[in-house]
């Protein structure tokens, strides 16, 4: 696989608190329906209904990944009336969903990976 040389690569070398994080972090996002929920986040906030719209699991399963999901503090909600509404903690997540998916699609042979 050609890996294409990282334009904003870490600054210095992580520590092992900073693995130890990433390492949790990857393994978040290690599942098929989180993926997807912060996939479909990516676009903008949604509501659990149709968040299971869009990925196709179950609503208790969604909402079970959602709460997961928040207690790692990588999505934010908000109350609009009776409804949650989720979104994205910060940009840094949508672009590491960017960049599985690119990686991804260049396994595939689908696209090219950009950088």
Wanted: net charge neutral; hydrophobic share 40%; charged share 25%.
């Amino acid at each position: 696989m050609h890996l294409s040389s990282a334009h904003h690569a870490h600054p210095r070398t992580p520590g092992e608190e900073q693995f130890a994080l990433a390492a949790e972090l990857l393994s978040l996002l290690g599942d098929r329906t989180r993926l997807t929920l912060l996939h479909a986040l990516a676009s903008g906030e949604a509501d659990v209904t149709t968040l299971t719209e869009r990925c196709g699991a179950a609503r208790p399963a969604v909402s079970q990944h959602l709460a997961r999901l928040r207690l790692a503090g990588l999505v934010n909600t908000r109350k609009e009336g009776r409804r949650v509404v989720y979104s994205l903690s910060d940009g840094h997540l949508r672009r590491l969903v960017d960049e599985a998916l690119n990686v991804a699609d260049h396994r595939l042979g689908d696209q090219p990976v950009h950088d």
